[in-house]
């Protein structure tokens, strides 16, 4: 009787599971588990990038990662103590995974935040692209080759980095920033797809303006309606824009733009980052499409050529330092509580500002400064 109960509390559990990512209308989950892994000798892939490969004997692990970092120091090395004095290479990564049927009806997306560096992406045998370089983050489409059910998919990525030396800092070797799977209907808010500004700002009121980039893949014209909700710092709704009857034609990526007006706006300061949303929301005959959260500052500021930088009228100095992607010995991976270290070091010295040599820093220290949730 218990192993009855236990069957259809299991099976209860993956239908309503189911049934739960079939009602979402965007997810974006974290791609990073149980990735298999391999050095290689030879550029030949040696059929890694099929299907079909055995990889049961590589190294299993989890992302971000950075193999240089497991290497031996050496100022031999190809990289030179410029480079760290530790070895690159070429590797592979590989990962199995499914999708319920009932996600059949969705477009997916793999989101690699950074890889270091040349690499190359193939899903199910196809080849989707080679990404030149390791400092910027980049996405695929997996729609076209997905299997849904019971059927398996297999990711592999090929990394490059055996041509040294190719930096005059330690670069780390890998996929060493996070990987993301999101899902979303045909008609969606493209990559990216809201731009806010605030052009016009007093004590009193401002003005937003969201650009939204709107992306219809079904086969079909379709007409939509867009709304934006306005989420005040505490959470409260403070104003509503639509735009009704929207007209967009199959395969056409169309430019939609709302503006409102905030009265008595908290601005935003260095000491008090505070952050409104604008939440987006795509609908059809009554039905959401999509929904896109994004988090912005109301502030104003303006170069004076014998004052200086003034922030929301104040004058304000901005003090900085110059800093590397890399957690020193920690290596090029991402990791979260290391970098909130760097962060609490550099405020404790008064820093505000600093130039860095990856975006993707700087979008952590933004992260930290304004509470943003970037989810590293």
């Given at each position: 009787?218990?192993?009855?109960?236990?069957?259809?509390?299991?099976?209860?559990?993956?239908?309503?599971?189911?049934?739960?990512?079939?009602?979402?209308?965007?997810?974006?989950?974290?791609?990073?588990?149980?990735?298999?892994?391999?050095?290689?000798?030879?550029?030949?892939?040696?059929?890694?990038?099929?299907?079909?490969?055995?990889?049961?004997?590589?190294?299993?692990?989890?992302?971000?990662?950075?193999?240089?970092?497991?290497?031996?120091?050496?100022?031999?090395?190809?990289?030179?103590?410029?480079?760290?004095?530790?070895?690159?290479?070429?590797?592979?990564?590989?990962?199995?995974?499914?999708?319920?049927?009932?996600?059949?009806?969705?477009?997916?997306?793999?989101?690699?935040?950074?890889?270091?560096?040349?690499?190359?992406?193939?899903?199910?045998?196809?080849?989707?692209?080679?990404?030149?370089?390791?400092?910027?983050?980049?996405?695929?489409?997996?729609?076209?080759?997905?299997?849904?059910?019971?059927?398996?998919?297999?990711?592999?990525?090929?990394?490059?980095?055996?041509?040294?030396?190719?930096?005059?800092w330690y670069s780390g070797s890998g996929i060493y920033r996070n990987v993301w799977l999101t899902s979303v209907?045909?008609?969606?808010?493209?990559?990216?797809?809201?731009?806010?500004?605030?052009?016009?700002?007093?004590?009193?009121?401002?003005?937003?303006?969201?650009?939204?980039?709107?992306?219809?893949?079904?086969?079909?014209?379709?007409?939509?309606?867009?709304?934006?909700?306005?989420?005040?710092?505490?959470?409260?709704?403070?104003?509503?824009?639509?735009?009704?009857?929207?007209?967009?034609?199959?395969?056409?990526?169309?430019?939609?733009?709302?503006?409102?007006?905030?009265?008595?706006?908290?601005?935003?300061?260095?000491?008090?980052?505070?952050?409104?949303?604008?939440?987006?929301?795509?609908?059809?005959?009554?039905?959401?499409?999509?929904?896109?959260?994004?988090?912005?500052?109301?502030?104003?500021?303006?170069?004076?050529?014998?004052?200086?930088?003034?922030?929301?009228?104040?004058?304000?100095?901005?003090?900085?330092?110059?800093?590397?992607?890399?957690?020193?010995?920690?290596?090029?991976?991402?990791?979260?509580?290391?970098?909130?270290?760097?962060?609490?070091?550099?405020?404790?010295?008064?820093?505000?500002?600093?130039?860095?040599?990856?975006?993707?820093?700087?979008?952590?220290?933004?992260?930290?400064?304004?509470?943003?949730?970037?989810?590293?």
């Open positions: 009787m218990r192993s009855f109960v236990l069957f259809f509390m299991v099976a209860g559990l993956f239908l309503s599971g189911c049934s739960h990512e079939d009602k979402e209308v965007r997810t974006k989950n974290k791609f990073t588990d149980d990735w298999k892994f391999t050095l290689v000798d030879s550029l030949d892939s040696n059929g890694y990038h099929q299907a079909g490969f055995d990889d049961s004997n590589w190294r299993q692990l989890n992302l971000p990662h950075d193999w240089s970092i497991e290497g031996t120091f050496d100022e031999n090395n190809p990289s030179g103590v410029g480079g760290g004095a530790l070895p690159g290479g070429l590797g592979w990564y590989r990962k199995t995974f499914s999708i319920p049927e009932c996600q059949s009806n969705k477009m997916f997306f793999i989101e690699f935040d950074g890889v270091y560096m040349n690499s190359e992406v193939w899903i199910n045998g196809h080849y989707l692209g080679k990404r030149p370089n390791g400092y910027i983050s980049f996405r695929y489409d997996l729609t076209p080759y997905l299997l849904f059910g019971e059927e398996e998919n297999v990711i592999a990525v090929k990394v490059d980095n055996s041509v040294q030396p190719n930096s005059r209907n045909p008609l969606h808010l493209d990559q990216w797809g809201t731009f806010v500004t605030t052009p016009e700002v007093t004590e009193d009121a401002a003005l937003v303006h969201i650009e939204h980039s709107i992306r219809n893949d079904y086969a079909r014209d379709t007409t939509f309606q867009l709304l934006v909700d306005i989420i005040s710092t505490d959470g409260q709704k403070i104003s509503t824009v639509r735009a009704a009857d929207v007209r967009i034609a199959a395969g056409e990526t169309k430019v939609v733009d709302l503006s409102t007006e905030v009265s008595q706006p908290e601005l935003w300061t260095l000491e008090n980052p505070a952050l409104y949303t604008a939440v987006s929301k795509i609908e059809t005959d009554g039905s959401l499409i999509d929904r896109y959260e994004t988090d912005f500052g109301i502030r104003f500021f303006h170069f004076d050529h014998e004052k200086g930088f003034f922030l929301n009228d104040q004058p304000t100095k901005i003090l900085g330092v110059c800093m590397h992607h890399d957690l020193g010995a920690l290596g090029a991976a991402v990791n979260r509580r290391a970098i909130e270290r760097q962060l609490e070091i550099m405020k404790e010295m008064g820093a505000n500002a600093f130039v860095l040599h990856i975006i993707l820093l700087l979008l952590n220290f933004w992260n930290y400064v304004t509470k943003w949730d970037l989810s590293l």
